[in-house]
């Protein structure tokens, strides 16, 4: 399910940002070491790893007169870390989404003689989770993804205001994924099913297109390894 992105006053940066960026920064790009096949002293049997998804709308067309050039792109990635997510720690997997990417809507008057370019960023992120089960009904592996999560301030545009933006449920289409109960590795492609508005002052009638969609989690045992000093960087202000 996708939802119309809303604009609010620019705001602050919110303590989940800083949490979320500091996740990302110690435990996906530095903290987790990955060790398959290899004796260690782990962490049991956790799964990992990572999907994406890239979003790019258009329209080029007239609206009350106007000629309207809008095209916005949104670049969604998805980690998912060997670490429980506390409502259900045996079978929900922490998985932190982000979104980068830009957009413009450039509008021309009926004249031609004035117009008018909103550019904008996307930088969103937030926090939800897979969950792996093996059914009693069927005996068999059942991956379904968390409720859609959202930035509240993840957009932000040349007027110096801020938007929210959604969380593209990855997978929606082909969950839930069902494998057999050993399995330790699924991956493919996905094709999301975009249902209404997705980006930022979207036009009515705008095209939707997906490209580089995929997914790809095993199961193994992790390490959690020690950073270096001075590896943790102060995330900027927003």
């Known amino acids: 399910m996708f939802h119309t992105i809303g604009v609010r006053p620019k705001r602050g940066n919110t303590m989940l940002h800083r949490l979320i960026r500091i996740a990302t920064l110690t435990t996906v790009a530095a903290c987790v070491t990955v060790l398959l096949g290899q004796t260690v002293q782990a962490l049991p049997n956790r799964w990992f790893g990572h999907a994406s998804c890239t979003v790019t709308t258009t329209y080029t067309g007239t609206i ?86 959202r930035d509240n301030s993840g957009v932000h545009d040349s007027n110096n205001m801020t938007g929210n933006i959604f969380e593209l449920q990855f997978a ?16 493919g492609p996905v094709s999301p099913t975009i249902n209404g508005p997705v980006s930022y ?38």
């Open 64 to 149: 009350s007169g106007n000629t309207v050039d809008y095209k916005d792109t949104q670049i969604h990635d998805w980690h998912l870390l060997p670490l429980p997510f506390v409502s259900d720690p045996k079978t929900q997997y922490s998985l932190v989404w982000s979104v980068s990417g830009d957009g413009h809507n450039t509008v021309t008057d009926s004249k031609g003689t004035q117009t008018s370019n909103l550019i904008w960023r996307n930088d969103g992120a937030s926090i939800g989770y897979l969950q792996f089960i093996v059914m009693l009904s069927d005996n068999m592996l059942h991956i379904t993804e968390g409720p859609q999560v």
């Open 172 to 187: 929606t289409s082909t969950m839930p994924i069902i494998a057999a109960p050993t399995t330790t590795h699924v991956s």
């Open 201 to 238: 002052q979207e036009p009515a009638g705008s095209t939707h297109n997906t490209s580089d969609c995929s997914y790809d989690f095993q199961l193994g045992p992790v390490v959690l390894q020690r950073l270096p000093p001075g590896s943790l960087v102060k995330p900027p202000r927003r």
